[in-house]
């Protein structure tokens, strides 16, 4: 009964110390979920003022951008010489004065361009249009300060309306411009445009019109052609090209190349291109016979200058009143 008395004992004092322990926990898991919702509050009031740091950062932003939205504004508006008034005569004339000197050293339209002069203090003090364009202005600015005038264009703006079907570029002022590479291959007019020193290395040239066009310095290097017409064309083709390679580009029109008659013959040319050249002198000294001259369209006047006789225009198949009209005396139609 004793033993049972000091088991029981034993077993209340485990009891309390259990209750004890469990009190002690108790205690402590509160004190440390007070102590994690104190951070937590602490941390929430932290991001809070992070977040109104930041928006009013953004909106200190947006009004800067806005400020300065409004500035460019008004500098846009601002007359190109600068600064709250326009520039005095004195500024002006000191102005392209310094640019005169810097051409005079020798630095390019480029660098005068780099340096912030205008596309009319290029133009005032003298560098060409050639280097103008080379600087890099536009055929706009070229044109506003009289570089070019209404009839200039630029090889770009050419292509354009090339590719969209525009054929009739004639009288134009293409100078210096650069075609290096165009496939031009649908038959158009350069007729009479001033291509001095234009560039058209490695272009594609076909059933083009470059009649009475000025070419001087025109570079046509590596060209494939086909059938253009060169009539009157400046310089003159001799200058350019042998008559093998007109051959070859099935030249069209033109006896200004200086070539004669018999060369033309002896570099294959036909009787008919020989025509359309405009060739009449040394037709038949060439050994075209007066039946190719016939079918070429050829007249009796035109056989009759280059040295054909008469019976032989009656056996081509001209009539007695060809022969007329060709001013031959001494011909008898019973004769004939």
């Given at each position: 009964m004793e033993q049972m008395e000091q088991l029981v004992g034993h077993a209340l004092s485990r009891v309390d110390d259990v209750e004890k322990l469990h009190d002690r926990h108790e205690v402590e898991t509160k004190s440390s979920m007070h102590e994690?919702?104190?951070?937590?509050?602490?941390?929430?009031?932290?991001?809070?003022a992070e977040a109104r740091a930041t928006a009013q950062i953004i909106q200190d932003l947006r009004s800067q951008v806005t400020a300065l939205q409004t500035r460019v504004a008004e500098l846009e508006r601002t007359p190109a010489s600068g600064g709250s008034r326009p520039a005095t005569l004195e500024e002006i004339v000191e102005r392209r004065n310094a640019l005169r000197r810097i051409k005079e050293a020798g630095l390019s339209a480029g660098e005068a361009r780099a340096a912030g002069y205008t596309c009319a203090d290029a133009k005032a003090i003298g560098y060409s249009l050639?280097?103008?364009k080379a600087a890099g202005w536009s055929s706009d600015e070229l044109r506003m300060v009289g570089y070019i005038d209404s009839k200039?264009?630029?090889?770009?703006?050419?292509f354009d309306r090339y590719q969209a079907g525009c054929t009739n570029f004639a009288g134009l002022d293409f100078s210096g411009e650069d075609f290096s590479r165009m496939v031009l291959d649908k038959p158009c007019?350069?007729?009479?445009?001033?291509l001095s020193d234009a560039t058209f290395d490695h272009a594609t040239l076909t059933g083009i019109d470059f009649s009475s066009s000025q070419m001087s310095r025109v570079d046509l290097s590596d060209v494939q052609w086909g059938a253009c017409n060169?009539?009157?064309?400046?310089?003159?083709?001799?200058?350019r090209f042998t008559l093998q390679q007109l051959k070859q580009m099935r030249f069209v029109g033109g006896a200004t190349t200086g070539y004669t008659c018999a060369e033309a013959k002896a570099a294959g040319f036909t009787c008919v291109e020989v025509k359309a050249a405009g060739y009449v002198e040394g037709l038949k000294a060439a050994g075209y016979t007066i039946a190719e001259a016939k079918a070429a369209g050829f007249t009796c006047v035109e056989v009759k200058a280059a040295g054909y006789t008469p019976q032989q225009c009656k056996d081509a198949g001209f009539s007695f009143a060809d022969i007329q009209s060709a001013g031959w005396a001494g011909q008898s139609y019973a004769a004939w």
């Open positions: 994690w919702k104190a951070e937590v509050m602490t941390a929430s009031q932290a991001i809070q050639l280097e103008a200039c264009m630029s090889s770009r703006e050419f007019s350069f007729a009479g445009c001033n060169f009539t009157n064309s400046r310089p003159l083709l001799r200058e």
